[in-house]
């Protein structure tokens, strides 16, 4: 008796009731307009550091769904040299950091172009630069030779959902999924994200990184949808917050019938908490656009930029010359001349505390 959807013979011959996901899809297309509305509205700097924030969401959620806590601002490092963003100084990134930001931004900046299993492969290695995984070895340029569990947590808490098909189906199952992503153009984009998620899941063609390619697969889908390289959502940090659900309707679809309709409606909805959750990301863009508009008569230098950048970011802690000082690598005299012309200018205020303790903040 069966006891995966890719057992069954009617595999891969994904079903759903359009009735149920007709009202959710026309919901999250309509968001999804919105969004991409308002985002043109504001100009092309702008998008670039809404989408930018986005991507920067993504890498590190997308890492973090698997138990990898990724350095933000390597992230962050990465994809400033990558996409010729201006965030002050750059910091080196791990060879790991920079191989996740190269296979999101090949997915979505080129999402135009062809899925191929040569494309794959190469964001596989990108996620394994040094050919290992923990102590196992990765092969980059082939699909798995052996059989997969598909697990959740670690120690304790390890939880097998569901086991990939054998290793001997996976190169003729790849070529019908890849057929299927490139040529039915029938299908919604949105929806195509969906099954096309759950299908390279189910098929868990390499040892490692399946989950991280899924949710790229499911990005460069989406940006077809929006017909932009630009994101201004994170997939993934939405993911990262419903992840008990996550896991399991991933486990009860891979237990069910080739009706995915739940499957579908769960994907939607999360879809749908990801643009609504976008509001937050692009209040914050919005809010350094201001800042910066506001000195383009007398325009800042860069340790000021890399300073008030980090502010707008989130900065921890309070901001004093000693860390100011710190953070652009120049004395504590320069740092507070820096910072007695940003208050003098309307940008900085003195906090209430004074004497040695003396700290500053982002005037409201």
């Excluded at 630069?129 to 120690?155: E, L, Q």
Aim: aromatic content about 8%; some cysteine.
């Amino acid at each position: 008796m069966p006891r995966y959807i890719h057992e069954l013979r009617d595999w891969p011959n994904f079903r759903w009731d359009s009735r149920r996901v007709q009202a959710p899809l026309a919901s999250v297309r309509h968001h999804q307009g919105r969004l991409v509305g308002r985002m043109e509205g504001l100009g092309f700097q702008l998008q670039e550091q809404a989408s930018f924030q986005a991507l920067a969401q993504e890498v590190l959620k997308t890492s973090e769904i698997e138990g990898e806590m990724l350095n933000p601002t390597q992230v962050r490092s990465s994809l400033a040299r990558r996409l010729g963003v201006d965030i002050g100084a750059l910091k080196p990134a791990d060879r790991n950091v920079d191989g996740v930001v190269e296979m999101l931004l090949d997915a979505t900046q080129n999402y135009d172009q062809p899925l191929t299993a040569k494309r794959i492969f190469g964001w596989h290695a990108a996620l394994f630069p040094s050919g290992w995984s923990g102590v196992h070895k990765i092969k980059a340029d082939a699909w798995r030779k052996t059989a997969v569990d598909v697990i959740s947590g670690r120690g304790k808490n390890e939880r097998i959902h569901f086991q990939g098909p054998d290793a001997a189906r996976v190169p003729a199952e790849m070529r019908e999924f890849l057929n299927w992503f490139e040529d039915n153009m029938e299908i919604d984009l949105v929806l195509k994200a969906a099954i096309a998620h759950l299908w390279f899941v189910t098929v868990h063609p390499f040892g490692d990184g399946n989950g991280r390619i899924a949710r790229t697969i499911a990005n460069m889908a989406l940006a077809r949808s929006e017909n932009t390289p630009l994101r201004f959502y994170s997939m993934s940090a939405q993911i990262r917050e419903e992840h008990s659900s996550y896991y399991d309707i991933l486990e009860s679809t891979q237990k069910g019938t080739m009706d995915v309709t739940p499957w579908i409606e769960w994907f939607l909805s999360c879809l749908g908490n990801a643009i609504e959750g976008s509001e937050s990301l692009l209040g914050s863009v919005i809010k350094k656009g201001k800042f910066f508009d506001a000195t383009a008569d007398s325009p800042l230098n860069e340790r000021q930029r890399i300073v008030l950048n980090r502010l707008l970011d989130g900065f921890e802690g309070k901001l004093t010359s000693s860390k100011w000082a710190k953070l652009t690598k120049c004395s504590q005299d320069t740092a507070h001349r820096d910072i007695i012309d940003m208050v003098n200018r309307g940008i900085l205020v003195k906090d209430a505390a004074g004497g040695r303790s003396t700290s500053y903040s982002l005037k409201a």
